[in-house]
């Protein structure tokens, strides 16, 4: 599985963007990198995803690098409710590997939003 | 749709007990998953089932078991309750084995004492 570098908290004001950056030097060539989040007293949920492309959605957007080692999370206006702990897993995308289907999760990035 | 649901919410056991926790998915799910989170940690993947009949070990399995009767539930039993089985359990399904949105639920709190 690759290994997944993110810093231990960020923190942030509300209505600015945050950044969110993952290191992963050792991902493999077809993983994708997944994005959770697990806001206090709930279960992770889905952020986003990508694999070379960077990618937008209602939620967030996901800048790759152009090498792969690394990614950055974007929520572009910060709100009280995107405090939470933010995963970055990468996964692969073919179904014959043996990690497949089993997301890996680190200690993820603790964000803080002052109001 | 209610999504994922577990039963209960908390639970407090005594050293040796045995317990199930409950978890139900009103999705359609195939795929379904247990995973424990200790304090300060990331989660840990615990079992998995790719359908009804057919489940996997994941990472962490030793102490627990699980069985798959229906698409929709997906219960873990504990057999003899340790202190180190003190955790959160989050149940998750997906539409597939691997896709890229789990579906979590609430989460139990387990202590064991």
């Known amino acids: 599985d690759a290994k997944t570098t993110q810093p231990n908290s960020m923190e942030s004001n509300e209505e600015e963007p945050v950044h969110l950056p993952c290191n992963h030097s050792?991902?493999?060539?077809?993983?994708?990198i997944h994005w959770y989040r697990q806001l206090p007293s709930q279960g992770p949920e889905y952020v986003i995803h990508g694999l070379t492309s960077n990618v937008n959605n209602r939620m967030a957007s996901l800048a790759i690098a152009e090498d792969r080692k690394s990614s950055t999370l974007i929520l572009h206006r910060a709100t009280l409710r995107d405090a939470a702990v933010y995963y970055c897993i990468p996964h692969p995308s073919n179904a014959g590997g043996t990690s497949y289907g089993k997301l890996t999760f680190g200690q993820g990035t603790i964000l803080t939003v002052h109001p | 749709n209610a999504g994922v649901t577990q039963t209960p919410k908390f639970r407090i056991l005594k050293i040796g007990q045995s317990m199930t926790l409950q978890c139900t998915q009103d999705?359609?799910?195939?795929?379904m998953y247990w995973y424990r989170q200790d304090p300060g940690m990331g989660l840990k993947l615990i079992y998995y089932?790719?359908?009804?009949?057919?489940?996997d070990k994941g990472e962490v399995p030793n102490g627990y078991n699980v069985s798959r009767s229906t698409t929709e539930d997906f219960p873990l039993r504990l057999e003899l309750a340790a202190p180190s089985q003190t955790s959160v359990y989050f149940c998750?399904?997906?539409?597939?084995?691997?896709?890229?949105?789990?579906?979590f639920g609430p989460g139990t709190r387990l202590t064991v004492t």
């Open positions: 999705m359609n799910h195939n795929y």
């Open positions: 089932s790719v359908g009804a009949g057919i489940t």
């Open positions: 050792t991902i493999s060539g077809t993983d994708y």
């Open positions: 998750a399904s997906s539409y597939r084995l691997g896709s890229y949105e789990q579906y």
